[in-house]
């Protein structure tokens, strides 16, 4: 999960000041974890919290993604997941934003099965972001970490994912890199950061890539980061350097996830 962490860090200072290249430094003195970092380490904690046969995960995605995100009320959340996070009654409200994507790559470290890792998906998507494209897009990010993490080509990705999801990967990203507008729906954030992953040659580059294709780019970004980071593995340096911009709390979470889950 720390690669969706630092693809949140690297896209931070861009996101509303997209930077079209690949040519930028990753870990910049104006970068700094959001709600992207903040909602992967909850839903981590909810999953590290869980029953063994996950039927409480959905509720302990709920108490996890109030406890540890209301103590960051400036971190970036939208209006609606805002009024969700401090609410004492919180209900699902069918939204497709691109939350639904952001959160989810500990589902698929976790899961002993696809299968496994799309029920985990919709457990910690459905408590919020119950519109079908929401969970779909959900469910195609935690899909792409659990196949890249277990051995399936890019290939064979994007083709389960167009199969499964509907999504199509008929662009390329130097296609769209020039008109690519900012957009916070799963249907236009989704395919654009995983056909980042696909193109990426390994991990840095696909934190150069995500980042350089505009839009909302620490989401796009942590969404394409976690599929790389269970492809390609993170490089050490790159590691160390994201947990130590994570203040204490976050990265104890990260750090206990990755004992019991592994490391990419």
Known sequence: ???????????????????????????????????????????????????????????????????????????????????????????????????????VSPCGWAASSLEEALSMSDAVTRVTHNHPEGMKGARAAAAAVYLARTGSTKEEIRQYIEESCGYRFDFTIDSIRDTYAFNETCQETVPQALEAFFEAQDFEDAVRTAVSVGGDSDTLAAITCGAAEAMFGVPETMRETALSLLDPHLRGIVLAFEAQFGRG
């Open 1 to 103: 999960m720390i690669g969706a962490v630092i693809g949140d860090i690297a896209g931070s200072r861009f996101e509303f000041h997209n930077y079209r290249a690949k040519d930028f430094t990753i870990f910049h003195e104006k970068c700094s974890f959001t709600d992207d970092s903040v909602m992967t380490a909850a839903i981590a904690k909810a999953i590290l919290e869980s029953r063994e046969n996950g039927t409480d995960l959905s509720e302990e995605a709920v108490r996890w993604m109030q406890q540890i995100g209301r103590p960051y009320p400036f971190c970036g959340y939208g209006g609606r997941f805002y009024s969700w996070m401090y609410s004492n009654d919180p209900k699902p409200y069918r939204s497709f934003g691109n939350g639904a994507a952001m959160r």
